[in-house]
Nanobody, 123 residues
Framework: QVQLVESGGGLVQAGGSLRLSCAAS????????MGWFRQAPGEEREFVAT????????YYTDSVKGRFTISRDNAKNTVDLQMNDLKPEDTAVYYC????????????????WGQGTQVTVSS
């Protein structure tokens, strides 16, 4: 069993910053790349960022490039997302998960999602 717990969300003004943290505990999946997803009301969950477990390469969706930075601590089984220059369109519930790359797309691997952490950005 693996448990995913997200934290760090909140309400900020446009241009502000938040740092999200994801902690994975329990029986960790062997091929261990983690990433962040988000879901706004009425929209599909979308990929945001990931960092590979072995090389530390990072990938971001276009809308957050230059503003968000993903980092990891494999020893602690955590992955963080530093979000700067937040915009109202960043408002969503943010989730972490293990991810797999299918072609050029990053897709969630683990079916048990955490509760997520709400990020709300006011204009």
């Amino acid at each position: 069993q693996v448990q995913l717990v997200e934290s760090g969300g909140g309400l900020v003004q446009a241009g502000g910053s938040l740092r999200l943290s994801c902690a994975a505990s329990g029986r960790i999946i062997r091929s261990y790349t983690m990433g962040w997803f988000r879901q706004a009301p009425g929209e599909e969950r979308e990929f945001v960022a990931t960092i590979t477990w072995n090389t530390g390469l990072t990938y971001y969706t276009d809308s957050v490039k230059g503003r968000f930075t993903i980092s990891r601590d494999n020893a602690k089984n955590t992955v963080d997302l530093q979000m700067n220059d937040l915009k109202p369109e960043d408002t969503a519930v943010y989730y972490c998960n293990f991810v797999a790359r299918l072609g050029s797309e990053w897709t969630s691997l683990y079916n048990y999602w955490g509760q997520g952490t709400q990020v709300t950005v006011s204009s």
